[in-house]
Structure formats: C-alpha cells, structure tokens
C-alpha cells in the first residue's frame, strides 16, 4: 500500500535550511511505482524533471532533515534507494526487510526507520554508513510510521493488529501496543509532539491518541475511505485524503469538526504541504497526477502529470 503515510516531519513540509548555492525554488519528489522512478517537480513551474530510476515498486518517500538526500523505499526490491538531491542521482541501494512500504527519518538526521510490511519489523538504518540495524518487532501488517518531534520515540501503525506500537528510539525497544480503530494505514504526530493522529481505513475514521498517556482520547468520522493524513506547521488543521470518493476532508482540530471536502483527481493516496503552508499536494494515483491546493481557500489547482501510479511524496523546499 501507498505509504506517505508515515511522512517524516520534513515529508510534511516542515522548515529546513537551504542549501548553500542550490536553487530557492521547493521541489517535490513523486514516486511512480509502477515504472520504479521518482519524478522530482519544481513547485515554482509545476514543470517535471527528468525521472530517477530506483527499485522495483517504490512505494514511499522521505527527505533528510539537511535537505540533502531522500530516501525512497522499494517494495518489491526489498531495498532503500538514497538520492542526491543536488544532483538528482541515486546511491547504492540499502537491503532491508520484506516489502518495505514506510519509512521516516529522525529529526537528529542520524537514523532512517524502514517499516518492513510481510515480515512485521522495522528496520534502523544508519545515515552516516548506510548500515542497518537489527529490526524491531512490531504489530502484524504494518503500514505507517511517524517520529515525534522531540525524536526519543516512533509510533508504527499495524493495519492487521488495529493498532500502533510505540518504539523508544534510544533502545529500540517496543512498548504496549495502543488500540486504535479498524485497518490503520497512516500516522502523524503534530509539531508540539502531543498527539498523534491515526488513519483507520477499514474504520472511516481518524483516531486522536494522546502521546503522553499512549492512550485514544477519541475519534473523529472521516469520510469512506480514508488513507493518509497531514497536519499544517501550526498544528491547526489535518487534511484527510479519502480514495473512495476522491476528496480531500479538512479538519479543525482545535474543535474536530470537519469542512466540506476538496475534490481533487482519482486515487487520491499521499498528501504533503509545503513549508510556508499556503499549498498542500495530492499524489492521485489513478489519474497519474499531482493537485496543488491553496490551503487560504480549499481550492483545487490544475493537476501536474506525472509517471505511472504516483504514490507518495516529498517536498524539499531548497534544492
């Protein structure tokens, strides 16, 4: 499964530095999963690069918080692939576990989390060397991964398990797994690190767990499919993507109501919002597209074609 999902904070669209001589312009990074490339996007055009070429059915996304390398993970080829992104070009690919579908990325910058879907582990790699670690045992089938701000614990969704296991990233050791709703698919932790925000896909549900108790406080109804989820810098707003009926649901969570849902193209799987806030951005995989979205107004802007099936990505604001 599409797997943005697990989108590291900068995957989200949180402030990075530039870096030094590149452009200014953000660009995103898409991952088409059905022809192994990831197609990088200059957000200032909406014009497409040229694709890279990684491993057999990439299927997530994420960037280093120096902004310098994305890491994508490859489903079928049971590998990472490390990109430039000054340069566009690929580094030797990492062997993880099996069918990895999610990864995420500490805010230290040291450590990448690869979540392994067939063998229910999550695999540490080393950043600096490249290396992995020895994999973490967590729920059945899992899907989803998110690293909270303060950088001492993830939380993995397990769509088999119905729930989420905390992980405390000094130890690598797993705590009592949280019960949340039916067929959980994506994470997300808000910037202050309190809660995190759980898509249940079988359950048309967003179940709200508070982070200092690991304990559901509530749930929110959310549309009839849901399948990823980001949450704007401020911590105001979460937007909901919805496959069945091609929406994108806005979310109040001071107040956790809902606004009227934006339509945006067919197989809506993997949102990310930009660093200044203004635009979030839908992979739609059906449709083989990327919709803008000005945030200020909830409107739909003209879709960006990509590659084949895009299922997740990744913004870099400087290149």
């Not at 999902?5 to 995103?28: E, K, Q, R, Y």
């Not at 491993?55 to 120096?66: C, F, N, Q």
């Not at 993995?156 to 000094?170: G, K, Y």
């Not at 709703?181 to 709200?208: H, L």
């Amino acid at each position: 499964m599409a797997a943005l999902l697990g989108v590291s904070p900068v995957a989200d669209g949180s402030s990075m530095p530039a870096i030094a001589g590149s452009s200014t312009s953000p660009t995103a990074y898409v991952v088409n999963s059905n022809r192994d490339t990831v197609t990088p996007i200059d957000l200032a055009t909406d014009t497409t690069g040229t694709p890279i070429r990684v491993g057999r059915y990439p299927d997530a996304i994420a960037v280093a918080p120096d902004g310098k390398f994305a890491y994508v993970a490859n489903a079928v080829s049971d590998t990472v692939t490390p990109i430039d992104v000054a340069t566009d070009t690929t580094r030797r690919a990492i062997r993880v576990g099996s069918s990895p579908v999610a990864l995420t990325i500490a805010p230290n910058g040291r450590m990448a989390y690869v979540v392994n879907e067939a063998d229910d582990t999550v695999t540490p790699i080393d950043l600096a060397t490249d290396t992995t670690g020895t994999p973490i045992r967590v729920g059945q089938y899992p899907d989803a991964i998110a690293i909270a701000p303060d950088g001492k614990f993830a939380y993995v969704a397990n769509a088999d398990s119905n729930s989420v296991t905390p992980i405390d990233l000094a130890t690598h050791t797993t705590g009592r797994p949280i019960g949340v709703g039916p067929g959980p698919v994506a994470i997300t932790i808000a910037s202050d690190g309190a809660t995190a925000y759980v898509v249940n896909s079988y359950g048309n549900s967003v179940t709200v767990v508070d982070l200092a108790t690991d304990v559901a406080r509530r749930t929110i109804r959310a549309g009839s499919g849901p399948v990823a989820i980001a949450i704007t810098a401020d911590g105001t707003t979460a937007y909901v993507l919805d496959a069945t009926s091609n929406t994108v649901t806005p979310i109040n969570l001071a107040t956790y109501t809902t606004r009227r849902g934006i339509p945006v193209r067919s197989g809506p799987v993997a949102i990310a919002i930009a660093a200044d806030g203004t635009t979030a951005y839908v992979a739609s995989e059906v449709a083989n597209t990327i919709t803008p979205i000005d945030l200020a107004t909830d409107a739909p802007g003209r879709p960006i074609r990509v590659g084949s099936s895009p299922v997740a990505i990744a913004i870099v604001p400087h290149r």
